[in-house]
């Protein structure tokens, strides 16, 4: 049974789960540590994935699906964004709003398309990269030899840096904590939020892309509720890009160790493993291990 | 408020007002139907149940329309619609509908009602003008669970189910058995892709599942688990393996990587239904539909002739003629 958890198939399969997770998750982290609640995430994801495939479909070019699912991405966040912002109204409603509208609207295109409420036709996939040298180590070949979990590791980092070490972070997250404080500075508060949620867009469309173009298709539905995994994960991660990408490989672990110990026959109701992720969720919610505690003004429009 | 009432007023009297008349005089029936959620062009189920509608048409001149209701629950108001209409028989697509239907139907003990799937529960009476439409998948998988059995060379089988519900045990059980029937030597890996309804659309946990057990060293899967199925399929292009497909033939979602495909005849199901209405000869109460009544069955055709050899589709026809004769009995879980 060990043998099996901690096996190569096991870890590659742990990071090949948590790559949509890590991406909605920081892009959250980013929408609302400059104060605006995302939970648009899953629509966004659902919109990226089918942005992907449309494009692939129509240029047979899957790097032009990842650049359709990310500004697919964007422009969704964008409805969210000018409700949220310009409108200032109820940013859960209008995150609400955003997911439903994702599944009508992709189903709608998909039997316009593809004439199927099911899924799409098989499109191109990625690549595989092998570099020489570097494919002999198995781990390493995982990462590097698939395009989209490269460039996630890079906006991991990047992420990190910009929210941190950045004076754009320190803004964006100065228009979380105290919108009338970075106002008053110079800092315009709308503009860092617009900011802060079409960057989320771009990420969680992104992971929509390398959920379809893992599958080579689009599949209704097909999102399966990751973006509120996501939201959890960053929750988790408390609002920080690498604590978001642990938490999300962590959720991913759960999913990896529930399908080995499945296929293993071990009786363990599986549910029972599925649900740990979101037990420690809570439980960090309610501050028993190490509060969570989210930006100050986080969801609340801002007001001059 | 009055001015939101008005609205309201308004877009109902458009509804009412673009509601299809119906042209009762030509038909023989007058059948509604109303779809599982994926609605036509689910290359499966809902489509399938939609053959059975047209060949109905052609052949026997009925009159029908149907309903795809989106993700919420109107399921029931689409049933109490068309049974307030002058449809005289009303189908509901796929197991969801149980409770629903059972309550529009003693609501309307004057319409006739059919529910494909439907769930059997204890201390709930299927009401005389309802028709439960069941199919034996049991008996179905035991043939294609035969068939991998004989095909595989590694010994290691798979199944990946959706939701893991009663009715995708059937198929996970009656696969089991004709494994064992003709490989006892043979061990199957299990795996579920989840317990809610999303579990049979989520294509990525499809493709994970069936990843680890190919990286096991299975060989072929049989999966029950609709579009998470999918899934499994890009799995076996990508290892090169062998995938079982379900409901539907599924040659076409990965040409060359499906063995066969366990076929369930919804179609012909709600055609007879339909033909036994007509002829006045409806009974309500539990219909199944197995090999006997050419209900379930497996794909062997042009396409996959060559990944089936001679000797093995023989023996799987033996397997069927003995399980319709009733010397085998299929496990249902």
Redesign the interface.
């Known amino acids: 049974m060990w043998q099996a958890i901690l096996s190569l198939v096991m870890i590659t399969q742990t990071i090949r789960i948590s790559i949509p997770y890590i991406l909605a998750s920081i892009g959250g982290t980013f929408s609302e540590r400059g104060g605006v609640i995302n939970i648009g995430l899953e629509g966004i994801i659902l919109n990226g994935a089918f942005c992907a495939v449309l494009a692939t479909w129509y240029t047979g070019n899957a790097w032009a699906g990842v650049l359709a699912a990310v500004i697919g991405g964007i422009l969704t966040a964008l409805i969210h964004a000018v409700v949220s912002i310009r409108y200032k109204a109820d940013q859960i409603i209008s995150g609400v709003a955003i997911n439903l509208f994702a599944v009508g609207i992709t189903k709608f295109i998909l039997k316009l398309v593809f004439h199927s409420s099911s899924n799409s036709e098989r499109v191109a996939g990625l690549p595989f990269w092998k570099i020489p040298l570097i494919s002999r180590i198995p781990i390493i070949d995982a990462i590097f030899s698939n395009p989209l979990i490269l460039l996630t590791l890079i906006i991991v980092v990047i992420s990190h840096i910009m929210i941190f070490r950045t004076p754009f972070g320190l803004r964006l997250r100065s228009c979380g904590e105290h919108p009338q404080a970075a106002d008053t500075l110079g800092v315009k508060v709308d503009h860092m939020r617009y900011a802060g949620v079409l960057i989320s867009g771009a990420l969680a469309g992104l992971g929509g892309a390398w959920l379809s173009l893992d599958q080579h298709q689009f599949t209704d539905g097909m999102s399966g509720g990751r973006g509120f995994i996501a939201l959890a994960a960053m929750i988790f991660g408390k609002w920080t890009p690498l604590g978001a990408t642990g938490a999300s490989l962590l959720f991913g672990f759960a999913e990896a160790l529930q399908i080995q110990l499945q296929s293993a026959g071990v009786k363990i109701p599986t549910q029972f493993i599925q649900m740990i992720p979101y037990l420690l969720t809570i439980v960090v919610l309610t501050s028993a291990i190490g509060r969570a505690v989210p930006p100050a003004a986080d969801g609340k429009p801002y007001e001059k | 408020m009055k001015k939101r009432l008005i609205i309201l007023v308004v877009v109902l009297a458009v509804m009412v007002g673009c509601a299809k008349r119906i042209e009762f005089a030509e038909a023989t029936l007058r059948v509604g139907l109303v779809f599982d959620v994926?609605?036509?062009?689910?290359?499966?189920f809902?489509d399938s149940a939609y053959r059975g509608l047209e060949k109905a048409k052609e052949d026997l001149g009925i009159y029908y329309e149907y309903i795809?209701p989106?993700?919420g629950s109107d399921r029931e108001s689409g049933l109490r619609m068309l049974a307030n209409q002058k449809f005289d028989l009303i189908f509901g697509i796929g197991f969801m509908f149980s409770d629903d239907i059972t309550h529009v139907a003693r609501e309307f003990p004057d319409k006739k009602f059919a529910c494909v799937d439907y769930t059997v529960q204890p201390g709930r009476e299927i009401p005389p003008n309802l028709a439960a439409l069941k199919f034996r998948e049991e008996e179905g998988s035991y043939l294609v669970g035969a068939i991998a059995g004989l095909v595989t060379k590694t010994n290691k089988l798979?199944f990946v189910g959706g939701m893991?519900i009663p009715l995708i045990h059937k198929f996970e059980s009656g696969y089991k058995a004709g494994v064992r029937r003709v490989n006892p030597k043979a061990t199957i890996?299990?795996?579920?892709a989840?317990?809610t309804g999303?579990a049979f659309?989520?294509?990525?946990?499809g493709?994970?599942?069936a990843?680890?057990?190919y990286?096991?060293g299975v060989d072929i899967i049989y999966h029950a688990s609709g579009?998470t199925g999918?899934?499994v399929f890009?799995a076996a292009r990508e290892k090169k393996a062998l995938a079982i497909g379900v409901d539907s033939d599924q040659y076409y979602e990965a040409p060359g990587f499906i063995l066969t495909s366990m076929i369930k005849r919804v179609d012909n199901s709600v055609y007879n239904t339909i033909k036994e209405t007509i002829a006045g000869q409806f009974k309500g109460g539990v219909h199944t539909f197995g090999l006997e009544e050419d209900g379930v069955g497996y794909v062997y055709d042009e396409n996959n002739k060559d990944l089936i050899p001679g000797e093995v589709r023989k023996k799987v026809e033996e397997l069927k003629a003995q399980i319709i004769k009733g010397e085998i009995g299929v496990p249902k879980e």
């Open positions: 994926g609605g036509r062009g689910d290359k499966s809902n795809e989106g993700e798979g893991d890996l299990v795996g579920y989840g317990v999303e659309k989520n294509p990525a946990k493709k994970e599942i990843l680890s057990q990286g096991q579009s999918l899934g890009e």
